[in-house]
């Protein structure tokens, strides 16, 4: 269980933001760090431009064609951002062509960066991969049968029952119900809030995909090569 705690924090610390905030700090003078600059300036420009030159419906039909242009020319820039910054990094030249593959989405470059993570713990042997494996399955297992399980429906049943109640409390007071229907009302939206705290501390379990992909990909590069004698590390 530890291997498989290590493995999320590896694979937390290799987020698309940690990426994105590659491709901004990393070798900023080079051709890809210049397109990068052009295509932010470009979208700043005519962004601000746009309203100055237009009126009426025309403003918001140039903004909506500067959002699409940006958006397609910017995924090209940063795929090629991506390239150029995971590749300057040591050790990552044999990932190329993974990274041709999976530039889309940064998968690519995070699991360069993941690889990289991983051969800086000398805890991270194939053993330790299998072992993190494992449990990811596990937990997509449990996931898909909807596990841990907590319902949202009697928390909304008994709030929508509570509000009734206290809605109805003026329209039964000609029979004396009155603080029957509120002292239930408030009983109730009482037992409601408990079901939706109980409902709210429920864990939010990612469906790992992506970091199970990565773990089957290490684990058979791992496989593939000659561990160091001493200490079982993964070698680069």
């Known amino acids: 269980m530890r291997e498989w705690l290590l493995i999320q924090q590896i694979y937390d610390e290799c987020s698309r933001a940690r990426i994105l905030a590659l491709l901004l700090t990393r070798h900023v003078v080079s051709f890809s760090g210049l397109a990068l600059l052009i295509c932010v300036l470009f979208a700043i420009s005519a962004l601000a431009v746009a309203p100055l030159i237009t009126e009426g419906w025309w403003t918001p039909a140039v903004v909506v064609v500067v959002v699409l242009l940006i958006g397609l020319l910017g995924g090209l820039v940063l795929e090629d951002r991506a390239m150029a910054v995971i590749q300057a990094r040591e050790g990552s030249n044999r990932q190329n062509a993974l990274l041709r593959r999976y530039r ?133």
């Not at 470059?109 to 053993?127: G, N, V």
């Not at 072992?131 to 399980?149: F, I, W």
């Not at 319902?151 to 008994?158: C, E």
């Not at 039964?172 to 409902?199: F, K």
């Open 104 to 236: 889309r989405g940064m998968l690519g470059a995070r699991y360069a960066l993941f690889r990289e993570r991983l051969q800086e713990h000398p805890q991270c042997t194939p053993a330790t991969l299998e072992s993190a494996l494992t449990c990811c399955d596990a937990e997509r297992e449990m996931r898909r049968r909807g596990y841990p399980a907590a319902s949202t429906g009697p928390a909304v049943l008994a709030l929508l029952t509570a509000f009734g109640l206290l809605a109805a409390a003026p329209y039964v007071a000609e029979h004396g119900l009155t603080a029957l229907a509120q002292w239930s009302g408030l009983g109730l939206a009482a037992v409601a809030s408990l079901l939706l705290a109980w409902r709210a501390a429920q864990p939010a379990l990612s469906d790992r995909e992506e970091l199970r992909c990565m773990l089957v990909w290490a684990l058979e590069e791992a496989r593939a090569e000659t561990p160091d004698p001493d200490s079982g590390r993964l070698t680069r």
